[in-house]
DNA sequence: GCAATCAGGACCGCGATGGTCCTATTAGCT
DNA sequence: AGCTAATAGGACCATCGCGGTCCTGATTGC
């Protein structure tokens, strides 16, 4: 069903967390203001840090911090730098030679169609656009999101002190519980 | 990255291949024609058929037929039928009533815009033209689908005849290769 | 009645994912 | 100079979903 990796909507949480904050923050503080286990969060942001998404600072006092601001960060380029390219198909991620050169791909780019307007979809919609979203919905437009989604006003400062939680991506329950009342009910 | 499963490519193929014919047509036959292992086949056409693009007869001289013209099959109606419905996180699957009740998801819907736009870009894209995306690209627009992609001019006439193969999903090699030196064409 | 065909499961191996941990390396602080 | 806090960059392992196969019914044409 297309699912996204649990990692991503890890990046997003941290990603969003970061830009509370000007100075640097460590992966340990991140941890505790997030509820997700810490090796997991030092995990995300080396990735993070190494799809150029965010810089580390190493040492003592060291520690991340944002590169960009949240609204010129499309959700694709956090799928990317978790994930890997963006691509439904091996056919469309491969280099496009080895697929010809075997002659055994008649069909190539069929997907390719689907895979852009995924793509570009991904492309639209911007980190500060979720942030906005992850406001209660009473404050939320009431129309669903129609056209596509740039920018907008993004309601950043009703939101400062709350904890972010990521959201449950696969009905599997998280090791460490980052949201509430023990969901652990696989370790017992 | 986003990849979606290989079912769901081998139901692409299927789908397209019953266009070819008014009748029924059986899973051995289409197996055959397709390259694609006869019991997979079995299974996506059954799976389809619970989904409701495809009719089944029983009993001897049974088999499937399409039920609607593929340029009114949206990808989107495939993968939801052979993947279930397309839904990032779990939240979004999940009725909304649980979510909520239980309070630990004030993040809710942080990945709602991003469901809306990705369902929106597979709404609109139809089997026929992923089927005309099929054709050698030498007869393709040059252009890269920029806007969306409805029904247009599909390209049926043109591929009749040649076999209907898979494109590889996920690098990994398919066991029993649909795709090319020896193909299992129909011939054999 | 027989044979062909779909229906609907159960079953299993493999691979990717996720989560953890260990060992450098770097940099601030005393 | 040395200690400590922090990241870098791996290796490592368990788990789970996916892909693929097979088996036992139910149905229907001949």
Excluded: H
């Amino acid at each position: 069903m297309l699912r996204l990796s649990k990692l991503t909507d890890y990046a997003v949480v941290v990603l969003v967390r970061l830009s509370r904050e000007t100075g640097v923050q460590t992966s340990p503080g991140i941890a505790a203001t997030t509820g997700i286990p810490e090796p997991t969060v030092a995990k995300v942001l080396k990735t993070l840090a190494a799809g150029g998404l965010v810089a580390s600072q190493r040492g003592a006092r060291g520690g991340y911090r944002l590169l960009r601001p949240l609204a010129t960060i499309p959700v694709a380029d956090v799928i990317a730098a978790v994930d890997g390219p963006i691509a439904l198909t091996a056919c469309v991620e491969a280099s496009v030679v080895e697929c010809e050169s075997q002659g055994l791909c008649p069909m190539r780019g069929r997907w390719d169609p689907v895979n852009e307007a995924i793509q570009q979809a991904l492309a639209a919609i911007t980190l500060a656009d979720m942030q906005e979203a992850s406001i209660p919905r009473a404050f939320r437009l009431p129309a669903r999101t129609e056209g596509p989604i740039s920018q907008g006003p993004t309601a950043q400062g009703l939101i400062t002190q709350e904890p972010i939680t990521p959201s449950p991506i696969t009905q599997g329950p998280i090791t460490q519980g980052p949201v509430a009342q023990r969901p652990i009910s696989a370790a017992e």
